[in-house]
Nanobody, 115 residues
Framework: QLQLVVSGGGLVQSAVPLRLSCAASGGILSIGDMSWYRKAPGMRRELVAA???????IYVDSVEGLFTISRDYAKNTVYLQMNSMKPEDTADYYC?????????WGKGTQVTVSS
């Protein structure tokens, strides 16, 4: 079964870049779309960015041009490079992956951005 391990969260000051990683293991064939979500306290979970197997990407408007999602097939890893972060980017960040019509989630990593 596909497993996703998320790493890279932490406490950063505004505008300090941070990169999250989500490594897939255990049955990695035919992984489709991979995505990053986040959930801030008191807020609904939202899609931050997604990347297809063909590397097409989408972003939520608030991070467009600031965050970059990328995918390394050799390492079975998807990344979220977060630049120019603001305190409102503070949230628990999760990755997920689609495989054979099922969605798999990794555990969240906390990102806190101080002003």
């Amino acid at each position: 079964q596909l497993q996703l391990v998320v790493s890279g969260g932490g406490l950063v000051q505004s505008a300090v870049p941070l990169r999250l990683s989500c490594a897939a293991s255990g049955g990695i064939l035919s992984i489709g779309d991979m995505s990053w979500y986040r959930k801030a306290p008191g807020m609904r979970r939202e899609l931050v960015a997604a990347i297809s197997s063909g590397r097409n990407t989408i972003y939520v408007d608030s991070v467009e041009g600031l965050f970059t999602i990328s995918r390394d097939y050799a390492k079975n890893t998807v990344y979220l490079q977060m630049n120019s972060m603001k305190p409102e980017d503070t949230a628990d960040y999760y990755c997920n992956a689609e495989q054979y019509g099922s969605i798999y989630w990794g555990k969240g990593t906390q990102v806190t951005v101080s002003s």
